[in-house]
């Protein structure tokens, strides 16, 4: 068993690389949704308990090929159908975390922050309807890979991006599929909830600076 990568703190700490959905917003509704439409248009019924929580793990391109495994041409339909719907009546959907933006400013005012998701043709429409490129230097979906998680190609490219290495980044993933990706990029990994798999856990992300020891702020003299 592969030893756990030593988590950098404080100076050390120059790369923080954190998942979108479930890190940064609570999105299953609005996933759900989405998928559910595409389905609808393809005359199929809405997804199950199973896929409700396997389109919060996988990418659509994963989604779709185990949904439709035994029916090739439902599995392209699907695909094609979803690479061309519109996702933007879901982003109301999209909670985010609490505290968001004021983790973000204290994680951004330390190290560079990276963006590594699972999503595809998304990732801009995110990043421009919250406003995140005020926080975030690199993003990275799987449009711009070979490979989604778990495979490490997400992260591996965030590294490459940065200039930084492996250990003195942090990557934060909320699921299995997220901690796997880390153990294969040789990142150490933070995760948020219980189904992160992750050694090192913390409840949402407000606790993350504490965690990795980003000092606060000193507040502006009103003089």
């Not at 999105?27 to 919060?56: I, K, M, T, W």
């Not at 793990?57 to 779709?64: I, M, T």
């Not at 339909?77 to 996702?87: I, L």
């Not at 994680?107 to 309807?129: D, I, K, Q």
Request: glycine fraction near 6%; proline fraction near 8%.
């Amino acid at each position: 068993m592969s030893q756990t990568p030593t988590l950098p703190t404080g100076n050390a700490l120059q790369l923080v690389i954190l998942d979108c959905d479930g890190v940064l917003f609570d999105s299953r509704d609005a996933n759900v949704a989405f998928y559910d439409s595409v389905l609808a248009d393809l005359g199929q019924l809405p997804l199950d308990e199973s896929g409700r929580e396997l389109c919060h793990r996988l990418s659509g391109p994963q989604l779709w090929a185990h949904l439709f495994a035994a029916d090739p041409g439902l599995h392209k339909r699907a695909k094609e159908a979803s690479a061309k719907a519109d996702y933007s009546p879901f982003y109301s959907l999209m909670q985010p975390v609490p505290e968001l933006d004021e983790t973000l400013r204290r994680l951004s005012a330390h190290c560079p922050l990276a963006l590594a998701t699972n999503r595809g043709r998304t990732v801009a429409g995110v990043m421009r309807h919250f406003a995140l490129e005020r926080f975030f230097s690199i993003w990275v979906g799987i449009l711009d890979v070979s490979r989604p998680k778990p495979a490490p190609d997400l992260l591996l490219a965030c590294l490459e991006r940065s200039g930084v290495a492996a250990e003195a980044s942090v990557f934060v993933g909320d699921t299995s599929v997220d901690r796997d990706a880390a153990i294969a990029a040789t990142v150490p990994y933070v995760g948020v909830g219980p189904h992160s798999g992750a050694q090192r856990a913390i409840h949402d992300l407000r606790e993350l600076p504490d965690v990795i020891q980003i000092p606060m702020r000193p507040e502006r003299s009103s003089r």
